[in-house]
């Protein structure tokens, strides 16, 4: 009976599959459409604006939802949303990968942090960088291993901390990653395997990782040493540790020259000439009272400072000619910052602070160089204050506040507000909220992806 | 040969055929009337199947009274064929001598008629069991190349796939277990093939068209890859295999198991291969540069690994399985550099701030292909159909070209395939069926190097093929109709800046002609194509047993083939051929390409194929001659220009007075012209006596344009002549294969010297506990010569290895 039916079956199938195909045996039919031709410029050319139409320059942010598993993926140009991806646990936070290519999506509670391909790179065709835009899409890439916490990315390479675990004895480790080891799914990257676990932070520095040690017998998770490893295949060796120490380390930061930690009496400060690496330290100055310490840093390659945050007060630091200054950004007394970078391609600091404003510095920083009559103007000037929101701040949900994400391809930032789940975006030239886009969901983290315009002043 | 009385006898069997004789039992002898035992005894057309037993008896219960033909085979003697009148009563005395033969006979498992070396209308060749272990490489092309008739296109040891009469590339298809290997191989020569060897059971070489089973992609041949990832029994046995190669420090572990209990069974395989760059005697470059380095050719290290899980659920008549399998793969890719080697190495030198990790130079690919099957056999005793042999594959692959650490060009293939074939009960003595063929690709390459654009490839087949017995002549019949759907909606037209030599010499003279050419705007034309081909294929063959131990096979065929999306689409730099390729949908008007306004035609091969064979007794034999006419065979065309190669070095690297194209390429583009390949292939079994055997064969091909020329890579003239010893638990052989000069070229192509390669090989078997070991050694190229490949694209840069040893292990139980 079966076989009756499955043969009646296959043999309908197979009458109108040979019926269908008999029509025009030995036949080939071709239909071509013209499109609409994509502009190109002359491969030497430096202008790249009119070049690659259809890439997106204004980028994509992926956005976690609170309490989810769920990542969604929007495209910048016109605010829609072009995928969400359902990751194994909800994300502790989002970071961007040294190329700004991938998300990463940290789950430090479970050991894990999942990749989100924005879609938006681009490749070294040697005389010129090849833009590519394809859809976003979750990446095989995986890491595992304990409690992945500090994520520093330099252009080219991103160091994932993960602090270990006192509690089931699990070791801290480092691994170094480069975006196109997550493209290819490559697992010969290299890994800094800690013997015991701290809460620290690691910089990588081409071949050389600087990274924090920790003493067994510390009474806290925090290190309070700095050492030098050089990266063999899969692993890193030990070169030196660095003798000038670095008590309760917290938060790190690096530019072109220096890498730089946070300490309680002050920023130690790694230089670098080549192949040589040289510990010092910058100590408190004045302007810190009680228990004030920098216990972050924000670098960007192509900028002279450092910026250090010592609570709400904001540093501007010089590590090569060792010097600290506060710098004065119209604070409210109750303000507390909770997100920070530079913005507008190095030209702009932007600080957001847990009342609602965002606060738009203007940086001078790099046009300092060599040039010491310059040195009387700040660094970091005060340029604007934009209101985010005159919702009130009490209704705020438990678990959540503001988040910020700074676009690498033009001066536009973007914040999460949870209150009323929306997206705003903010002109940082005309320091005002441009857009505002309702979330159907409550957002907790974001991170912008896509291609990097090279820094304004890059030399 | 037809007699009336078969033709009754045929008539009274089908009106009769409902009725159920008793059995037939019967017994099995050599000539000298021993018996033959576990000799496989089947019903054909029928799904009934026995072994003989140690006194070489068999039964076959339930046979249906009647004309009844019966097929045995039995280890290292000739497959024999009988035909039996079965009476109502059944038949209990049936005696079968079976011939001894030189010639090993392995049924091939990929074709849903019974096809085997000496028996079908169409020349195949099996390799399997020690021969397969001894011979597997780390590719495809070079595990077989030492198979009649095939040759190994040999990329530097890291890819190579097997060339079958001359043809490979889009017309020779690469199939694991029957189904499309689903990988980037068909695109490129140092595109790895996605199938491995050392767990696989047996190799299957279909030379000629073999479209009828398997559509477009074969019409040059099928190589099939069998393993048993899909048990069809659960009784446990395991194989295994470790072994060292000396040449390139080549570790390979490799193992499979199968077991199970009650109606499941189970399999597991892995992998694991590594090997650095390969020793050669000379050096890499057939025409060395003065700092050139000897006796080892660069970065063709090459790390591959994989594994395999399968289940199956067997039922009475027949089985359900499905199984998973991945594989990673990361290999160099030798002269896959750019520009010259010295400008580089300077670079290298102070460029430490910016490239963390060495060797720059080196190009790799990284490989990983997810591939899940589901097959399923299953035989029914009563209706018209008989069996329902069903494969599904889904197949998600991609390899990355990375290139100074970052990815240049990503191939992916995403495909999946189903085939159901339906064989009805034997009718009117005719055997065999119908096959729903369906396959679908989505193909994309993105990158520096990504000369064809993304495309979806769609194949619907219906397939049909018959056999029947006409007294000593099998005849087999079969047709094809297919409907090939490519669909691309963005493929590109640059403006190539191509020109020929002559504006070579002028761009010499102007220093400033690189900032000079193009700034102007130009435009990248855009189109939506969508490609419809209804290619069909008949064919028609006849195995004549004009002798005892004889027969003539003679095979005729019309195939048509739809063009590949890559020969029709492409457009732009492909550094593994070292070429600019632009499909056939273009054509050059006065060195300008435009879009090609001329039908797209299917491309036809004609194919003629006689093969005369003895396999019985001491001495055997299987000669094979060919003809192939192919109308509208689609080559790539030199058209004497030249493009850059996508990977401009800027302005900063001084390229020297030397005039010489590097940093460009030169443009081929598919055109269509009328073919003609010929040739032979012989292969001569002598058993000298009870421990030696010896072996001779020799394939030759003849492939030219109709309109004068030569296609290029055509494999030279080859002889080769094995000695085997096999006694107690030693066996050794020596082997040397002569590959004649081939100066049969085409435009811009070189002639390739001869050379000759000394191989041996001892094993010596023993038992421990309830495994069969075998300790082995290898040598292949004792003399240690300085080869170079014609068949391959790095014929000048890449030689074959040199001398190697290989010392391995291998067991079972």
Partial sequence: MLQAQLKAKFSLVALLVATSMLAACGDSTTNIVEKEPIAVDDDHDDDHDHDHDEISSAGRLVISAKDSNLVSVYELEDGSLLDTFAVADTPSALAASAGKRYALVVQRTTDRVEFVDGGLFQEDHVDHLHPYQQAPALSSFVLSDSRPTHITSTDSQTAVFFDGDAASSTPAAVAVITDADITTDSNGYPVLNYSIHMHGAAQARGEYLISTLREADSATTLPDKVALYHSHDDHFDEEMVFAETCPNLHGSAQNEHVIAFGCTDGVLVITQEGETFAASKIANTDDFTGTMRIGTLVGADHAEHLVGFAGSSMFAIHAEDGEMELVDWQSSEEAGVIGYGFADKGEKFVLLDNQGYLTILHYHGHEHEGAATAAEEAAFEFAAKVQLTSADLSTMPTGSRFELAISASDDKAYVLNPIDSSLLTVDLKDAEVVTTKQLNFVPHKLVWLGIAEPAAHDH | ?813
């Fill in chain 2, 1 to 813: 040969m037809f007699k009336p009385t078969l033709l009754t006898a045929a008539v009274f069997a089908a009106l009769t055929s409902t009725a159920y004789a008793d059995s037939i039992k019967g017994t099995v002898t050599d000539a000298a009337g021993k018996p033959v035992a576990n000799a496989r005894v089947q019903l054909m057309g029928t799904n009934g199947e026995t072994r003989t037993d140690e006194q070489g008896r068999f039964v076959l219960a339930n046979v249906n009274a009647g004309e009844a033909e019966l097929h045995i085979e039995a280890s290292r003697f000739a497959h024999r064929d009988v035909h039996v009148e079965v009476p109502a009563q059944g038949l209990a005395n049936l005696s079968v001598v079976l011939l001894t033969t030189t010639i090993e006979t392995i049924d091939v498992k990929a074709s849903p008629l019974h096809a085997s070396v000496t028996e079908s209308a169409l020349p195949v060749s099996v390799l399997a069991g020690d021969a397969l272990k001894m011979r597997q490489a780390s590719t495809l092309g070079d595990t077989l190349k030492n198979e009649v008739g095939v040759h190994s296109n040999f990329y530097g040891g890291v890819a190579s796939s097997p060339i079958i009469r001359g043809l490979d590339g889009p017309r020779v298809l690469i199939t694991q277990n029957g189904l499309d290997a689903g990988d980037a191989s068909r695109v490129g020569p140092d595109h790895s093939v996605a199938a491995e060897a050392s767990t696989a059971t047996q190799i299957e070489v279909l030379r000629g068209p073999a479209t009828l089973f398997y559509g477009s992609g074969a019409i040059g041949g099928v190589v099939n890859v069998v393993d048993e990832r899909i048990p069809t029994d659960n009784s446990t046995r395991a194989e295994w295999m470790v072994q060292r190669d000396s040449v390139n420090n080549e570790k390979l572990a490799a193992g499979s198991l199968v077991t199970g209990t009650g109606n499941v069974g189970v399999y597991i395989d892995g992998f694991w291969r590594d090997n650095d760059s390969y020793s050669i005697p000379g050096f890499a470059e057939a025409e060395p540069e003065a700092e050139a380095k000897k006796g080892v050719v660069e970065n063709t290290a090459a790390t591959a690994k994989g594994f395999t899980l399968g289940g199956s659920y067997l039922l009475d008549n027949g089985y359900v399985g499905l199984s998973y399998g991945r594989l990673d793969r990361e290999y160099g890719i030798p002269g896959h550099s750019h520009g010259g080697h010295e400008e580089h190495e300077d670079h290298s030198e102070h460029s430490d701030e910016h490239d963390e990790h060495g060797a720059e130079e080196d190009v790799f690919a990284d490989l990983t292909q997810h591939r899940v099957q589901l097959l399923s056999e299953l035989n029914f005793s009563s209706g018209f159909i008989r069996a329902v042999n069903t494969r599904f594959a889904v197949t998600d692959y991609e390899h990355a070209e990375i290139e100074h650490g970052a990815v240049g060009t990503t191939f992916k293939n995403r495909s999946h395939e189903a085939r159901v074939e339906l064989l009805h009960r034997t009718y009117q003595d005719w055997r065999g069926g119908l096959s729903l063929h369906y396959k679908y690709s989505d193909f994309e390459a993105v990158g520096a190097e990504a000369f064809t654009p993304p495309s979806e490839t769609q194949m619907l087949a219906l397939g049909w093929m018959e056999e029947r017995h006409f007294g000593p002549w099998l005849v087999q019949l079969g047709a094809r109709v297919e409907r090939v759907t490519i669909d691309a909606s963005n493929v590109l037209l640059p403006y190539l800046e191509a020109h020929g030599d002559d504006a070579h010499d002028d761009h010499d003279d102007h220093d400033d002609h690189d900032h000079g050419h193009g700034s102007d705007a130009e435009f990248i034309r855009v189109f939506d194509v969508s490609q419809k081909f209804t290619p069909y294929s008949l064919s028609a063959g006849a195995v004549w047993d004009f002798a005892e131990g004889y027969n003539l096979g003679v095979s005729l065929s019309r195939s048509q083939r739809a063009a590949s999306a890559s020969e029709l689409l492409s457009f732009g730099p492909h550094i593994g051929t070292a070429s600019y390729e632009v499909g056939a949908m273009f054509t050059l008007d006065d060195n300008e390409f435009v879009l090609n306004t001329k039908p797209i035609e299917l491309e036809v091969a004609n194919n003629l194929d006689i093969t005369l064979r003895k396999f019985s007794g001491n001495t055997g034999f299987v000669l094979n001659a060919f003809y192939n006419q192919v109308d509208n065979y689609y080559y790539q065309q030199n058209t004497g220009l030249f493009a850059e190669d996508g990977h401009d070095h800027g302005d900063e690297h001084d390229h020297g007075d030397e005039h010489d194209h590097s940093g460009e390429l030169p443009v081929y583009l598919f055109t269509a012209a009328d073919v003609t390949l010929n040739g032979l292939e012989a292969q001569y079994v002598w058993q000298i006596n009870a421990p030696f055997k010896l072996t001779l064969q020799g394939d030759y091909i003849r492939a030219r344009l109709n309109g004068g020329g030569d296609l290029p890579r055509t494999p030279p003239l080859r002889f080769a002549a094995e000695l085997a010893y096999e006694q107690d638990a030693v066996s050794a052989d020596l082997r040397a294969t002569r590959y004649m000069k081939q100066d049969k070229t085409s435009g811009l192509e070189t002639a390739t010297d001869g050379y000759t390669l000394l191989d041996a090989s001892v094993s010596y078997r023993f038992d421990v506990g309830s495994s069969q070991l075998t300790a082995y050694l290898k040598g292949q190229n004792l003399t240690d010569e300085d080869a170079r490949v014609h068949t391959s694209f790095l014929k000048d840069i890449a030689p074959l290895p040199g001398r190697t040893v290989a010392l391995g292990v291998r067991g079972s139980f």
